[in-house]
């Protein structure tokens, strides 16, 4: 990734104009290089959206109830919604939503792997959105917030509130489940034991592995990778506080914050064949390739989304 | 027609009786009856008490640049 010292002139004007607290309205004002940020960053968030609408859709055999299809099905239908929004952006760059979702090369789908493990349980399901969905959600927020481009902060305000509404949703099962039996109380600790090493390597890289990125060289998003990921971390903690389960971390007093247990492997691979971990400290790199690998349901989920598009014959 | 070639409604929404209604989105449909029914099955993150679609050529500018369109999100 290029330092933002090699920036060409015109570069450097863009984002003094940024820095100056200018919000960028028009395309007419992008450089080349601003533009193919922007384009990158919409094209993993859009496909990223469809990536969680095919994972919560293997939820659905496990729901118990009918109000946990129609919570499934709600998340759904707003995983759709969030793919809209950044797929209509998208078109003023020229790339078409409907060949990234219907059209891409299965193999070549932007995922996390998690989201290529079937969901086992509803149980899963609610603990994966209070943990994961409130991951995902600081990444989007950041852009809400921070984002130099005004159409894409405008684009997100659905997405982050419905976000909100996921992880909410998942916490208020989670507790729910923590509390009601023995046997619901245990399915939340696993479950938790299964999730949250996902939430903590969900940022990728620590920033001291890593250089100086377009993202924020322009100011596509403010926070650093190591930022997010303390504000997941400690949201996370407090919430596992409050409701009692178990998280590999303890409250450092001196710290005055959450810190993780020295003996956390960082980073993790999963195991794709035992659906686990195997509590191995691995490399950043094998942890960012086995994101290109993916997980079990990759061919198989994007396959399936793909045949199911009826396109033309559907009307 | 693929969904990509339809043409583009913009989409407005009132929070409150009292509220503005503002713009929350775009979408494309084949017709006004489609772009309502996508409008309302898209924008559903709150309880809107009004809800209504207009096509985005339609809309003339009087502040800002004509060539953006007051939708694309
Ligand atoms: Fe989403
Ligand atoms: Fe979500």
């Known amino acids: ?315 | 027609m693929s969904i990509e070639e339809s043409p583009m409604y913009e989409v407005f929404a009132r929070e409150k009786l009292d509220g503005p209604l503002s713009h929350i989105g775009c979408i494309r449909a084949a017709n006004r009856e489609l772009a309502a029914a996508h409008a309302g099955m898209t924008y559903s993150e709150k309880p809107w008490v009004e809800m209504c679609v207009a096509p985005t050529d339609s809309f003339l500018r009087c502040i800002g640049d004509d060539k953006d369109v007051i939708g694309h999100v």
């Open chain 1, 1 to 315: 990734m290029p330092q933002a010292s090699d920036l060409s002139a015109e570069d450097q004007a863009l984002v003094a104009r940024i820095q100056s607290g200018e919000l960028i309205e028009d395309m007419a004002d992008f450089t080349p290089r601003y533009r193919a940020v922007l384009q990158k960053t919409l094209e993993i968030a859009a496909q990223g959206e469809v990536t969680v609408l095919t994972w919560a859709y293997t939820a659905y055999a496990t729901a118990p109830d009918l109000g946990a299809k129609i919570a499934i099905s709600s998340s759904i239908q707003d995983e759709v919604g969030h793919a809209h929004q950044q797929g209509m952006l998208l078109e003023r760059f020229g790339v078409s939503m409907q060949e990234k979702a219907f059209n891409e090369d299965p193999m070549r789908y932007i995922s996390f792997p998690i989201m290529e493990f079937p969901v086992r349980s509803y149980i899963e399901f609610v603990v994966a959105q209070a943990l994961l969905d409130r991951a995902g959600r600081y990444t989007t927020y950041d852009i809400e917030l921070h984002c130099s481009f005004a159409p894409y902060r405008r684009a997100l305000k659905k997405i982050n509130f419905e976000e909100a509404f996921h992880f909410r949703h998942g916490a208020y099962w989670t507790e729910y489940y923590w509390n009601y039996s023995e046997e619901t109380r245990q399915a939340v600790q696993d479950a938790v034991d299964w999730i949250f090493p996902w939430g903590y390597q969900w940022y990728g890289r620590p920033d001291h592995l890593k250089s100086m990125t377009d993202q924020m060289t322009f100011s596509i998003r403010a926070w650093s990778n190591d930022t997010m990921r303390d504000k997941w971390l400690q949201s996370a903690c407090k919430f596992a506080d409050r409701v009692g389960f178990d998280t590999p971390t303890q409250f450092n007093e001196d710290q005055d914050r959450y810190v993780l247990n020295k003996d956390y492997p960082v980073p993790m691979v999963a195991n794709t064949e035992t659906h686990a971990w195997d509590w191995q400290t691995s490399t950043w790199d094998d942890m960012i390739n086995s994101w290109k690998t993916g997980g079990p349901m990759r061919p198989s989920a994007y396959e399936r989304l793909q045949r199911e598009e009826w396109g033309e014959a559907l009307w």
